[in-house]
């Protein structure tokens, strides 16, 4: 007995982690949000944990077209920079007031999907990425151009919320917990609603479609009409991570529109494991703390981001979290 | 007078147009050929390009003479090409069309990152040779003689490139593998090697393209950036796998900006995205799309 338990107790122990790891997944929504709850403790800082939360819902977005529906989108800047500029404008140019200036830059952010999403839906395959890249550049070449509102090359500055004056309650964004969890607010319900759309219908549609077009076309699925509309709902949510960012860093960068910004999404989606629900927030995590700490020792981060990027497709396109679920369910 | 302006500068403008779109036909036709053999697109084109930039300010203070770095940097960028595509790129065929688009992004992030660390961050002179120094007159008025060069070099290149593919054997391997890349190994011919050449020659093509047009458009690390975004245009408007669409799409794409940018200043980088959805909205597979490779 005792000389077999070595091997036994690891596969009791893989078997209790596969159960925690079926738990978190049935159980998806409050995992993301109960991890996030405690996690600016976890952090040296609090910028960091929110840089990570806004990023991971960017990448979250961008994975309802890229990892569940199995097209790769190389122009989501366009909608996190969308979001970003529209937010700003309202609250800088026009003084409304925060919540619904985040409105503002959601819809901004799905019309540009609506716009850029219509356009490349015509073309197939290995097209819509480049498509994708040009047209959201196209965004980026137009929101430079008009000084006036957006402050082209310098970014938009000067979004300053700081006081939410919400009645009752006295929070300033200036305290960085309390911004943490303003903008945890705003996550979760964007992580639930997103939870709900991948179990409706709908999210089963876009499943089929990365399976198998020809038989989802077969079975009277709308294909463009479906693709289309699940582009526009990712963009929805980039556009949400845009706004915070906006108010986050009471600056936008112009550099938020440019198509590195669009890579970011890809990367982090992949690092983290496309297609699956922690995923997006696993590689945020990993990507931003690794740009933290590299750029601790050397400027040149972007050396070992690319290249741990290029040895991840090549040995684990899985990603992390999509390797740990590969690994458990053998 | 044409909209108030002469029609001398018309003329000029278009020509100056032309030398633009060159650059875009080389770098058009380097991405259609690695998509037409390998369905590979490579993102990482623009990084070549600016490689072939760099290769040019090394080889030029190395060699000292303009000609010889024009023949040395394609084949210095080819090898890099080469060493890509066997040992990143290979492991990924079968894999899905999206994982070397990926890799190749992740890639360009590299090789800037590498030119950064060996060149600087800062941007290189780079000059054109005494002798296509100057102006010359083209009959409407004078146009500088580099530009003239880069329009004679790319139609030189484009018509040696369609001899290659068209009239020799390798060139025949090349279209048929194109077609159907089973049958061609069938046949007992090495797919494999054959995709590594093309792999090579058009990463190649990219970087003679960075030279060329280093003394027109200055040289840093991020050049190839925008020149990425470019080329994909030009090959959206000219249509993927196709040599008469790189170089119509690319001399249409350059002279629209560089008619635009005299009309319209502030609209000239956004040009060649409308023409590039127009094209969308009436002929979403390009101009030229759906012929055989090159055709």
Same mark, same amino acid.
């Given at each position: 007995?005792?000389?077999?338990?070595?091997?036994?107790?690891?596969?009791?122990?893989?078997?209790?982690?596969?159960?925690?790891?079926?738990?978190?997944?049935?159980?998806?929504?409050?995992?993301?949000?109960?991890?996030?709850?405690?996690?600016?403790?976890?952090?040296?800082?609090?910028?960091?944990?929110?840089?990570?939360?806004?990023?991971?819902?960017?990448?979250?977005?961008?994975?309802?077209?890229?990892?569940?529906?199995?097209?790769?989108?190389?122009?989501?800047?366009?909608?996190?920079?969308? #979001?970003?500029?529209?937010?700003?404008?309202?609250?800088?140019?026009? #003084?409304?007031?925060?919540?619904?200036?985040?409105?503002?830059?959601?819809?901004?952010?799905?019309?540009?999907?609506?716009?850029?999403?219509?356009?490349?839906?015509?073309?197939?395959?290995?097209?819509?990425?480049?498509?994708?890249?040009?047209?959201?550049?196209?965004?980026?070449?137009?929101?430079?151009?008009?000084?006036?509102?957006?402050?082209?090359?310098?970014?938009?500055?000067?979004?300053?919320?700081?006081?939410?004056?919400?009645? #009752?309650?006295?929070?300033?964004?200036?305290?960085?917990?309390?911004?943490?969890?303003?903008?945890?607010?705003?996550?979760?319900?964007?992580?639930?609603?997103?939870?709900?759309?991948?179990?409706?219908?709908?999210?089963?549609?876009?499943?089929?479609?990365?399976?198998?077009?020809?038989?989802?076309?077969?079975?009277?699925?709308?294909?463009?009409?479906?693709?289309?509309?699940?582009?526009?709902?990712?963009?929805?949510?980039?556009?949400?991570?845009?706004?915070?960012?906006?108010?986050?860093?009471?600056?936008?960068?112009?550099?938020?529109?440019?198509?590195?910004?669009? #890579?970011?999404?890809?990367?982090?989606?992949?690092?983290?494991?496309?297609?699956?629900?922690?995923?997006?927030?696993?590689?945020?995590?990993?990507?931003?703390?690794?740009?933290?700490?590299?750029?601790?020792?050397?400027?040149?981060?972007?050396?070992?981001?690319?290249?741990?990027?290029?040895?991840?497709?090549?040995?684990?396109?899985?990603?992390?979290?999509?390797?740990?679920?590969?690994?458990?369910?053998? | 007078?044409?909209?108030?302006?002469?029609?001398?500068?018309?003329?000029?403008?278009?020509?100056?147009?032309?030398?633009?779109?060159?650059?875009?036909?080389?770098?058009?036709?380097?991405?259609?050929?690695?998509?037409?053999?390998?369905?590979?697109?490579?993102?990482?084109? *623009?990084?070549?390009?600016?490689?072939?930039?760099?290769?040019?300010?090394?080889?030029?203070?190395?060699?000292?003479?303009?000609?010889?770095?024009?023949?040395?940097?394609?084949?210095?960028? *080819?090898?890099?090409?080469?060493?890509?595509? @066997?040992?990143?790129?290979?492991?990924?065929?079968? @894999?899905?069309?999206?994982?070397?688009?990926?890799?190749?992004?992740?890639?360009?992030?590299?090789?800037?990152?590498?030119?950064?660390?060996?060149?600087?961050?800062?941007?290189?002179?780079?000059?054109?040779?005494?002798?296509?120094?100057?102006?010359?007159?083209?009959?409407?008025?004078?146009?500088?003689?580099? @530009?003239?060069? $880069?329009?004679?070099?790319?139609?030189?290149? $484009?018509?040696?490139?369609?001899?290659?593919?068209?009239?020799?054997?390798?060139?025949?391997?090349?279209?048929?593998?194109?077609?159907?890349?089973?049958?061609?190994?069938?046949?007992?011919?090495?797919?494999? @090697?054959?995709?590594?050449?093309?792999?090579?020659?058009?990463?190649?093509?990219?970087?003679?393209?960075?030279?060329?047009?280093?003394?027109?458009?200055?040289?840093?690390?991020?050049?190839?950036?925008?020149?990425?975004?470019?080329?994909?245009?030009?090959?959206?408007?000219?249509?993927?796998?196709?040599?008469?669409?790189?170089?119509?799409?690319?001399?249409?794409?350059?002279?629209?900006?560089?008619?635009?940018?005299?009309?319209?200043?502030?609209?000239?980088? $956004?040009?060649?995205?409308?023409?590039?959805?127009?094209?969308?909205?009436?002929?979403?597979?390009?101009?030229?799309?759906?012929?055989?490779?090159? *055709?």
């Amino acid at each position: 007995m005792s000389l077999a338990n070595p091997q036994e107790r690891l596969t009791v122990s893989g078997r209790r982690l596969a159960g925690l790891v079926s738990l978190m997944a049935r159980h998806r929504v409050a995992a993301v949000l109960g991890f996030l709850l405690i996690f600016p403790f976890l952090l040296p800082y609090e910028a960091l944990a929110v840089n990570i939360l806004i990023y991971g819902l960017y990448a979250l977005g961008f994975n309802m077209v890229f990892g569940y529906m199995g097209v790769l989108s190389f122009g989501h800047a366009a909608f996190f920079g969308l #979001g970003s500029y529209a937010t700003g404008i309202a609250i800088v140019h026009y #003084g409304v007031p925060w919540l619904p200036a985040i409105g503002i830059g959601i819809v901004a952010a799905g019309l540009g999907a609506a716009v850029i999403g219509g356009l490349a839906i015509r073309t197939r395959g290995i097209y819509f990425a480049m498509v994708t890249l040009a047209l959201s550049q196209c965004v980026y070449y137009l929101v430079y151009q008009m000084e006036d509102l957006s402050g082209g090359e310098n970014g938009l500055r000067g979004v300053d919320v700081y006081d939410l004056n919400i009645p #009752g309650l006295e929070l300033t964004l200036i305290d960085p917990l309390t911004k943490y969890y303003f903008v945890f607010a705003f996550v979760a319900l964007a992580v639930w609603l997103f939870s709900r759309l991948l179990a409706s219908p709908f999210g089963a549609v876009l499943e089929a479609l990365r399976e198998n077009e020809s038989r989802a076309r077969a079975c009277g699925t709308d294909v463009a009409m479906s693709k289309w509309l699940a582009f526009v709902i990712s963009g929805l949510f980039c556009g949400l991570a845009g706004a915070l960012n906006a108010i986050h860093l009471t600056i936008v960068p112009i550099e938020s529109l440019h198509y590195h910004t669009s #890579g970011l999404a890809v990367m982090m989606a992949l690092l983290g494991g496309m297609g699956t629900f922690f995923g997006p927030f696993v590689g945020a995590l990993t990507f931003l703390m690794l740009e933290d700490v590299i750029t601790l020792v050397t400027v040149h981060w972007q050396l070992f981001v690319g290249a741990l990027f290029v040895f991840f497709i090549l040995f684990f396109p899985r990603g992390i979290w999509g390797t740990l679920l590969h690994w458990l369910s053998r | 007078m044409i909209g108030g302006y002469p029609i001398e500068l018309l003329a000029l403008q278009l020509f100056t147009g032309l030398a633009l779109g060159s650059v875009f036909v080389l770098l058009a036709v380097g991405l259609s050929l690695i998509f037409g053999l390998l369905t590979v697109v490579n993102f990482a084109h *623009g990084a070549f390009y600016m490689l072939g930039a760099y290769a040019g300010v090394f080889f030029i203070g190395y060699l000292g003479n303009f000609w010889l770095t024009l023949a040395v940097v394609p084949l210095a960028v *080819g090898a890099v090409g080469l060493v890509v595509e @066997r040992w990143l790129v290979r492991p990924l065929y079968g @894999r899905g069309i999206d994982y070397p688009l990926m890799l190749t992004f992740g890639l360009a992030y590299v090789l800037v990152e590498v030119v950064r660390i060996l060149f600087g961050a800062e941007g290189m002179p780079f000059d054109a040779p005494d002798s296509l120094m100057g102006a010359v007159d083209i009959g409407v008025g004078y146009f500088p003689a580099y @530009r003239l060069f $880069v329009i004679a070099a790319t139609a030189v290149l $484009v018509l040696a490139l369609w001899l290659f593919l068209e009239k020799t054997s390798y060139g025949l391997v090349i279209r048929a593998g194109a077609r159907d890349g089973e049958i061609v190994r069938v046949l007992g011919i090495d797919i494999s @090697r054959v995709w590594l050449v093309v792999f090579a020659l058009g990463t190649g093509v990219a970087g003679l393209a960075g030279v060329l047009s280093a003394p027109m458009r200055s040289v840093f690390p991020d050049m190839g950036t925008t020149v990425l975004v470019e080329a994909f245009v030009v090959t959206v408007v000219g249509g993927m796998g196709s040599l008469a669409g790189a170089v119509v799409a690319g001399l249409l794409v350059g002279v629209v900006v560089s008619m635009t940018s005299l009309f319209a200043p502030a609209m000239a980088e $956004v040009s060649m995205f409308a023409l590039m959805a127009l094209v969308l909205l009436v002929r979403p597979q390009g101009l030229f799309g759906k012929k055989g490779l090159m *055709g």
